[in-house]
């Protein structure tokens, strides 16, 4: 018998994000996961290093790859809709609870343990904070990306998004922003 999980998260490719908005370059499910594993990688690294906690980066990482899997079925709701009121909120987070079960369903039966964590994002508080910020920092980069590219768009975005990850209480946070947010408005002659 064969299995389809694999195949599906393949597909991440094709869901784009940002739907509300006009974009200089589209992004995917896939790519922004992919930013969104790196950064809660670095965060976690950041608390472990500098920090001296005690957290799993793989497990971020990993955790991270997978968040976002559940839109494979459901598409990116536009964060406006999304959070709109308590209700819709609670019914898009039953929705993505029942995609979460669907993909998992399509894994052999030795290996759900394994990722149902993954996709019910239930890995621990802690990777779950760190996801979290991971995924702010990553739409803040966005937002960063399309203004240097000309695209105000996203200046509101960017505000917002700014906004909120200052009041962050995670240390790691604020230490990502000032030691590595500024290079991400440099052109690549400034990075060299």
């Known amino acids: 018998m064969g299995y389809n999980f694999f195949a599906y998260i393949a597909r991440?490719?094709?869901?784009n994000r940002w739907g509300l908005m006009r974009n200089t370059f589209q992004e995917n499910i896939q790519e922004h996961s992919h930013m969104v594993?790196?950064?809660a990688h670095a965060l976690c690294v950041i608390r472990r290093e500098i920090y001296g906690g005690d957290i799993d980066p793989g497990l971020a990482a990993a955790a991270a790859l997978y968040h976002d899997a559940p839109e494979i079925l459901t598409g990116d709701l536009p964060t406006p809709v999304k959070y709109h009121n308590p209700e819709i909120r609670n019914a898009y987070k039953q929705v993505e609870s029942f995609s979460a079960a669907k993909l998992i369903a399509m894994l052999p039966p030795q290996l759900r343990d394994a990722y149902a964590p993954l996709l019910r994002e239930d890995c621990g508080e802690d990777i779950h904070a760190m996801v979290k910020a991971a995924d702010k920092l990553s739409a803040y980069i966005k937002c960063i990306e399309e203004r240097k590219a000309g695209n105000m768009e996203f200046q509101q975005a960017e505000e917002q998004t700014y906004a909120t990850l200052c009041e962050s209480d995670l240390p790691e946070?604020?230490?990502?922003?000032?030691h590595f947010l500024p290079a991400?408005?440099?052109t690549l002659d400034e990075l060299e």
Do not use: K, Q, S, T
């Open 12 to 15: 991440m490719r094709y869901i």
């Open 37 to 39: 594993a790196v950064i």
């Open 173 to 178: 946070v604020g230490y990502f922003m000032e």
């Open 184 to 186: 991400f408005g440099l």
